[in-house]
T-cell receptor, first 112, second 112 residues
Framework: EPEVTQTPSHQVTQMGQEVILRCVPISNHLYFYWYRQILGQKVEFLVSFYNNEISEKSEIFDDQFSVERPDGSNFTLKIRSTKLEDSAMYFC??????????FGSGTRLTVV | SQQGEEDPQALSIQEGENATMNCSYKTSINNLQWYRQNSGRGLVHLILIRSNEREKHSGRLRVTLDTSKKSSSLLITASRAADTASYFCATDRNTGGFKTIFGAGTRLFVKA
């Protein structure tokens, strides 16, 4: 059973639409992260989230992106108005022990 | 160049041979991790080596770290076709959220 579950596994959306990607860590942890990977490219850091606040974010994480943990369990990444270049795999991760990470299996977002 | 650069970009070997992948980085790190990614799937944590360690083993994996050269290597011994995947190194700096920076990866293909 995966420790970090992401839903949906694949989402297709029209350009300009809002999407919400969800991450459900089983254990109650404080540190969470979102990464994305454009097809064939490197895994890029988007944002880290600690104790229900953004801890750090990259230049990719602009005003179109937001994260929250609305019910203290699910961890969401919202893209307000998707662009074609947002098409990528999005990975949620949590900190595991000392400096290791457990990644979810990812959500493949396709913007058409 | 980016933190965490792997080489070679691609590697093709015969089953039973050893595979060596290298990673170089720019800044001081707390630790370095290696991940594996099967095509279109999530990231799987393989091994973590701390900055005060020089070598670490896990099954058929051997990781070395040379902080003076800011480089690491991942050796997979007696490779199998199932080892075919992309391998990424990732470095951690203590930025208050343990942001992990990934390299572009080495695509390993093991021929049966």
């Amino acid at each position: 059973e995966p420790e970090v579950t992401q839903t949906p596994s694949h989402q297709v959306t029209q350009m300009g639409q809002e999407v919400i990607l969800r991450c459900v860590p089983i254990s109650n942890h404080l540190y969470f992260y979102w990464y994305r990977q454009i097809l064939g490219q490197k895994v890029e850091f988007l944002v880290s989230f600690y104790n229900n606040e953004i801890s750090e974010k990259s230049e990719i994480f602009d005003d179109q992106f937001s994260v929250e943990r609305p019910d203290g369990s699910n961890f969401t990444l919202k893209i307000r108005s998707t662009k074609l270049e947002d098409s990528a795999m999005y990975f949620c991760a949590r900190l595991t022990g000392f400096y290791g990470y457990t990644f979810g299996s990812g959500t493949r977002l396709t913007v058409v | 160049s980016q933190q965490g650069e792997e080489d070679p970009q691609a590697l093709s070997i015969q089953e039973g041979e050893n595979a060596t992948m290298n990673c170089s980085y720019k800044t001081s790190i707390n630790n370095l991790q290696w991940y594996r990614q099967n095509s279109g799937r999530g990231l799987v944590h393989l091994i973590l080596i701390r900055s005060n360690e020089r070598e670490k083993h896990s099954g058929r994996l051997r990781v070395t770290l040379d902080t003076s050269k800011k480089s690491s290597s991942l050796l997979i011994t007696a490779s199998r076709a199932a080892d075919t995947a992309s391998y990424f190194c990732a470095t951690d700096r203590n930025t208050g959220g343990f942001k992990t920076i990934f390299g572009a990866g080495t695509r390993l293909f093991v021929k049966a």
